[in-house]
């Protein structure tokens, strides 16, 4: 999970942990025992980071332990680097002064503090703090048939994520707030799991509880292919297979991966399209992972005057690959998490140019909606709260 940021956290760790020994706990004269548990917590620390940075597969099993060592970097690791970055600018002073403290070191303890006091609030409430988001879709290609009619959407549910009962809970939570809404259809829009199938076998019942009239459909995410375990490519498709088998068989799901089904309601119909997700919507030419996404083969049959709503994890892919090759109404997308941190109104994802939250419309007056999910591999949220969202669709008068 962090190979590609190893020599950062490495050194991180080593230089924070030797300027605190160096400058406060030398200077204080500590007595040895204080010394060696200081030797102790940092020869720790970087070992625990090494055995992260070489697992086989994205992140090991069980999940408690990727969220151990994440604990351990936003409590300890990052504030002593921050601590450490702030109070070095306080050499000086404290040579000056000749004292052991300056005001500079309350300074660093303040900004120190930050990173605690977030993860904590990010991953105790943040986290579990789910919303219902009500919205509207307008179009005058929607059969009057459709006129008021209720789409619930989740995405991103990541449910090896929720693993203590408290989890199970929040899930149950969602599952309860989906069919409070009483909709129609629901669309679940990928990264059901985070890296197996097997993650959906304590909360099966939790979620095949989720029910509408007119079915619930889902479609797969990045994190859905086992692309993120060291498993060969043969055991990767039956990874995905597999996956499929439990939605349908367990969960009472439709997967859709490429292709499209016809929605009847009200003497009308629309056609719901589901594509496999676009794990390259960039078209980098060195990518190796697995995309299956092919928006023709998804929208065959589907003729112009149908009214569509189009189903794709990754929101990149609708104005790079979706619309220059066909015109979906409405599409629906996740991925994005809505970047699970925003602070006044800026959140990580809103320094590119492309969707990464809520509606957005082309000059033909085609739509997309992207929503925050409910889920994530990393088990924090500040200001980008888990959703569940309820699109009406109304015709234009």
């Not at 970097?73 to 306080?90: E, H, M, T, Y």
């Not at 719901?272 to 998804?298: I, R, S, T």
């Amino acid at each position: 999970m962090i190979l590609r940021i190893l020599p950062i956290v490495l050194l991180a760790i080593i230089i924070a942990d030797y300027y605190i020994y160096r400058h406060f706990i030398q200077r204080w004269r500590c007595g040895a025992v204080v010394r060696l548990l200081w030797f102790c917590q940092s020869l720790l620390t970087c070992a625990f980071t090494l055995y992260m940075a070489f697992q086989s597969d994205f992140i090991p099993e069980p999940k408690w332990i990727a969220d151990a060592y994440l604990s351990l970097l936003f409590i300890w690791v990052v504030p002593k680097a921050l601590f450490a970055l702030v109070s070095a600018f306080g050499i000086k002073r404290r040579k000056r002064e000749a004292t052991d403290w300056c005001k500079t070191d309350y300074l660093a303890c303040v900004i120190a503090i930050l990173p605690v006091v977030g993860y904590i609030y990010g991953n105790v409430w943040g986290f579990h703090n789910l919303k219902v988001v009500r919205t509207e879709y307008v179009s005058e290609r929607l059969p009057k048939g459709f006129d008021g009619y209720r789409i619930a959407v989740i995405s991103d549910a990541h449910v090896g994520s929720f693993y203590s009962k408290r989890g199970h809970r929040f899930l149950q939570q969602v599952a309860d707030s989906v069919n409070a809404l009483n909709p129609d259809i629901v669309f679940l829009l990928g990264d059901i799991v985070n890296m197996r199938p097997n993650e959906l076998e304590p909360v099966k019942t939790i979620l095949a509880a989720i029910k509408a009239p007119d079915g619930v459909f889902s479609v797969y995410g990045n994190h859905d292919y086992g692309d993120y375990t060291n498993a060969d490519s043969i055991a990767k498709v039956e990874m995905e297979k597999d996956l499929s088998y439990k939605m349908m068989a367990f969960l009472g799901w439709r997967q859709l991966g490429n292709e499209n089904v016809r929605i009847a309601h009200n003497g009308d119909t629309i056609a719901v399209v589901g594509m496999h997700c676009d794990n390259n919507p960039d078209d980098k030419p060195d990518f190796k992972g697995k995309n299956d996404a092919d928006v023709m083969a998804a929208m065959a049959g589907v003729g112009d005057s149908l009214f569509t709503v189009l189903l794709q994890h990754n929101p990149k892919s609708w104005r790079r690959h979706v619309l220059p090759k066909t015109q979906p109404d409405l599409t629906l997308s996740g991925h994005t998490h809505g970047g699970q941190m925003a602070l006044f109104g800026w959140s990580p994802p809103s320094i590119g140019k492309g969707e990464w939250y809520g509606w957005y419309d082309d000059a033909k007056g085609h739509s997309l909606y992207v929503t925050r999910g409910i889920g994530g591999l990393i088990p924090m949220r500040i200001g980008a709260p888990p959703e569940v969202v309820l699109i009406t669709l109304n015709t234009k008068q």
